[in-house]
């Protein structure tokens, strides 16, 4: 009669694939029990591996087809899946914790906290990578969510809440490469497809502690024969996990050395001492030997104590440096005498706190068949491995990426992004490339231009464009054309906000709008000029007379006479803010001058009072009449006052008028020919004589003045009081 097919049975196929030994598991869930058809086991003929890691896939792929073969034969069942665990030995985690802040009020859904964990998970990857110095290519292979955080609260479940910022804890696993491709290969030696891949401590975890006891602060050890796995739990959530190359072989090696046997047959007297008090047995000598379980409890105590201390030193790592409430030791290698106890010795806690799990574990187990199955702490970790098939349906699958066949961790959720990241396909040629920035100064103060955003990567997935959140399955195509760059910034004087800005200067006698005036490392330039990367750039608050005379379609020519602010200038001349400029011919410019010089009459009067004078000796006194000529006068007696007439007071033809720029404010100073700092405190309302700060503080084109320093035409100075 054919055997009836697994799918159609809807039943799991566990594999425990030891260093000593394959357990194969049979069973199915219904309502929350685990019932099992049936189990077996088989022996490593030889050490096919090695602390947990496949030495020899022929050998070990040959063992796990003998018992699929055994288990076919039980249940009549064809098996093709297969559930399996990964042990290791140097698994690594990454603890991260990742931070997302919508720009308003949002209501999370399934999809956002998926995407939240995905970005958490590359986050730890990224991380990975930057610390990982060895030459060995790891894979993701499973992470575990701690904790979720609402604006800043824990919180057990995201979906549904309205928030702002959200954050996950989680803890990411990795495993070299050759730990996985050893197992898949040696299950595809037995024509066994896997199914789903966990780690053994979360195996161990989903029967030895149940989640109501996760809010514990406790630690599982999995002391199998070549690696002793370890899981920690807080708070209700698995909070780190880690493996330690030292088990069970390590004592039978100890053993194998005192009583000169092979490693099987010490392997052989270390189980049986775990319930004899004697075994008898024939070394390599021939000889028959009989040691007692007191003996070899005293030949392993050593080796026991070393295993316990470094489990214990790891524990307390993974637990933030401290030790746990209580231990949970399951695996056989837990089994050896005196284990348990330097467990509690080394972490500090009471005997009673450490502990083998066994049956009293298996409450939601159900053994269909009783024959030959003990349930003690060996079950443990494969009954886990077919469990964590309805909790995790994890596996890892083949995709193509660019023409490269790269495997992947399916979590159920895998992303064409998860598929870069494994290829390590460059994260910057995924999304569109700004152009290069174009760097300048403006005024001495550093300037950038963003260049413009590229195209984005266009990507396939089995020949259709889709984008990079697109789902992945088993041997899907994906094709990636990267990103390309935009074009470089780019920047013109027109575009610098100082240049566009106006002001007022009255040319001819008309108030007109100027523009700022620029140079570009030293040289002057039109506002279309294409600033290049390293210009310095600088945008002057004034006009030449020149540029005036352009904006006003004034030619200046050999003949033309400029005056700025009432004094003779030039083409370069200054022109800033509210100055007056005017553009004459020399005609009209010596006819104006004319006008300002005073009557002729009045210049007679005046030296001819001065030439007046006095004669004591003869007591008279001389008087210019008004055609000019002198006459005598007699000087008055002395009791008479002599009275003088009121002369008109000299004009001095130097004088002129000076333009300066005070606190923002246009100021006029009149009536000298030169002038200095302190002559603009006679024009300016600021009183010295009440204090309003710490001091004042005075400033000429930038820079401290001294006060007889002299000032010039289109001066910017400040005045104000220090607070």
């Not at 997302?100 to 956002?112: C, F, L, S, V």
């Not at 077919?386 to 159920?412: H, M, P, R, W």
């Not at 030169?674 to 002559?679: A, E, L, M, W």
């Not at 006679?682 to 002299?710: C, E, H, W």
Request: net charge negative; aromatic share 8%.
């Amino acid at each position: 009669m054919a055997s009836l097919e697994q799918a159609d049975q809807k039943v799991v196929f566990g594999l425990d694939i030891g260093t000593r030994s394959v357990v194969g598991t049979v069973g199915y869930m219904n309502d929350g029990q685990f019932n099992v058809i049936a189990q077996s086991v088989e022996k490593h003929q030889t050490r096919a591996m090695l602390d947990g890691q496949i030495h020899d896939i022929g050998k070990v792929g040959a063992t796990i087809k003998l018992v699929k073969e055994k288990l076919e034969q039980q249940t009549d069942i064809h098996l093709t899946d297969v559930c399996i665990a990964a042990a290791g030995r140097v698994l690594q985690t990454v603890h991260i914790v990742y931070d997302y802040e919508y720009p308003d009020n949002h209501a999370i859904t399934d999809e956002d906290i998926y995407n939240l964990d995905s970005s958490a998970v590359e986050k730890a990857y990224s991380e990975f990578l930057e610390k990982n110095t060895s030459d060995l290519k790891f894979y993701l292979v499973g992470y575990s969510v701690m904790h979720y955080y609402l604006d800043g609260y824990q919180i057990a479940n995201l979906e549904g809440h309205n928030a702002g910022k959200v954050s996950v804890e989680l803890i990411a696993t990795f495993l070299p490469d050759d730990c996985v491709d050893g197992l898949y290969k040696a299950c595809e030696r037995a024509e066994l497809n896997v199914a789903n891949l966990t780690l053994e401590p979360i195996a161990a975890m989903m029967v030895a502690i149940p989640d109501r006891f996760r809010m514990l602060n406790l630690a599982l050890v999995d002391v199998g024969a070549g690696t002793s796995d370890i899981c920690v739990t807080n708070d209700g959530s698995i909070t780190a996990y880690g493996m330690l190359p030292i088990a069970g072989d390590d004592i039978t090696e100890i053993i194998a050395q005192h009583c000169l046997v092979d490693f099987n047959q010490a392997d052989e007297i270390k189980i049986a001492a775990s319930h004899m008090d004697r075994i008898d047995y024939i070394d390599i000598m021939g000889l028959q030997k009989t040691i007692t379980a007191k003996e070899i409890a005293k030949v392993i105590k050593p080796k026991v104590e070393e295993m316990a201390k470094k489990v214990c030193d790891e524990i307390k790592r993974l637990n933030g440096d401290k030790p746990v409430s209580a231990v949970f030791v399951v695996g056989g290698g837990g089994c050896v005498p005196g284990y348990t106890k330097a467990i509690s010795k080394n972490m500090d806690i009471p005997d009673e706190r450490v502990a083998l799990r066994g049956e009293e574990v298996m409450k939601n187990i159900t053994f269909l068949n009783n024959d030959g199955i003990e349930r003690d702490s060996l079950m443990v970790t494969p009954l886990g491995i077919c469990i964590s098939y309805y909790e995790e349906a994890n596996n890892f699958i083949f995709v193509s990426f660019n023409g490269t066949q790269t495997k992947l961790y399916d979590n159920g959720k895998l992303q064409i992004v998860d598929a870069a990241m494994q290829v390590a396909f460059p994260n910057e040629d995924l999304f569109p490339k700004r152009g290069e920035e174009l760097k300048f100064t403006v005024n001495g103060k550093e300037r950038t231009s963003r260049g413009e955003p590229g195209e984005a990567a266009v990507i396939s997935l089995n020949g259709k464009l889709t984008d990079i959140h697109a789902k992945l399955h088993a041997n899907d195509i994906i094709q990636v054309t990267p990103s390309t760059a935009g074009a470089p910034g780019k920047a013109t004087i027109d575009s610098i906000p100082e240049f566009k800005t106006k002001f007022n200067v009255n040319v001819n006698g008309k108030n007109v709008e100027a523009s700022r005036y620029a140079t570009v490392n030293g040289e002057a330039q039109t506002g279309f000029y294409d600033i290049k990367p390293g210009d310095d750039v600088k945008v002057l608050d004034y006009n030449t007379a020149a540029q005036i005379a352009e904006l006003m379609d004034i030619v200046i020519t050999e003949d033309t006479v400029i005056i700025v602010n009432n004094e003779r200038g030039d083409a370069n001349t200054p022109v800033y803010e509210n100055f007056k400029v005017e553009f004459k011919d020399q005609e009209e410019a010596i006819m104006d001058a004319y006008e300002d010089f005073p009557d002729a009459d009045e210049v007679l009067v005046s030296q001819a009072n001065e030439e007046a004078y006095e004669s004591d000796d003869n007591n008279v006194k001389f008087v210019a009449e008004a055609d000019g000529q002198l006459s005598f006068e007699d000087l008055p007696d002395d009791d008479d006052v002599y009275e003088k007439e009121e002369q008109e007071p000299i004009k001095n033809v130097l004088a002129r008028d000076l333009h300066v720029i005070v606190n923002n404010e246009s100021v006029t100073l009149h009536g000298k020919a030169d002038y200095v700092f302190v002559d603009i405190f006679d024009v300016i309302d600021f009183d010295l004589s009440k204090p309003q700060g710490r001091g004042i503080v005075t400033t000429l084109n930038g820079a401290t003045p001294d006060y007889m320093q002299t000032i010039n035409d289109g001066d910017r100075i400040e005045v104000y009081w220090k607070q």
